[in-house]
């Protein structure tokens, strides 16, 4: 089991950045694969970026692909999100989630991920 915690959503300009945080709980968070989502209001939820229990390998949604970085910190227990060049069009809630992994495999798939956190908002200013 892992609960899992967002913060750092916020409002910001278009061109700002934010670094959202998602900690965990549990002893075996590196063990877990993780994943970012977000869903704007009226949208299905969609990928963002994952990251394998190592944090060696990573992937992102083309739509944030050269402006959004996933990392993770095992020790900690966190994995992050750092925004960078904030569109009108990348506001949304923004979720973590995690999975057992196997391998070094990252996950896009929300439907394969069996927890979630509550979400941070972020706003994006134009």
């Known amino acids: 089991q892992v609960q899992l915690v967002e913060s750092g959503g916020g409002l910001v300009q278009a061109g700002g950045s934010l670094r959202l945080s998602c900690a965990a709980s549990?002893?075996?968070?590196?063990?877990?694969?993780m994943g970012w989502f977000r869903q704007a209001p009226g949208k299905e939820r969609e990928f963002v970026a994952a990251?394998?229990?190592?944090?060696?390998?990573?992937d992102y949604a083309d739509a944030v692909k050269g402006r959004f970085t996933i990392s993770r910190d095992n020790a900690k227990k966190t994995v992050y999100l750092e925004m960078n060049s904030l569109k009108p069009d990348d506001p949304s809630i923004y979720y973590c989630?995690?999975?057992?992994?196997?391998?070094?495999?990252?996950?896009?798939?929300?439907?394969?991920?069996?927890?979630w956190g509550q979400g941070t908002q972020v706003t994006v200013s134009s």
């Open positions: 990251i394998s229990w190592s944090g060696l390998d990573t």
């Open positions: 989630a995690a999975r057992p992994a196997y391998g070094s495999s990252v996950y896009t798939r929300g439907e394969t991920y069996g927890y």
């Open positions: 549990g002893r075996t968070f590196s063990s877990y694969a």
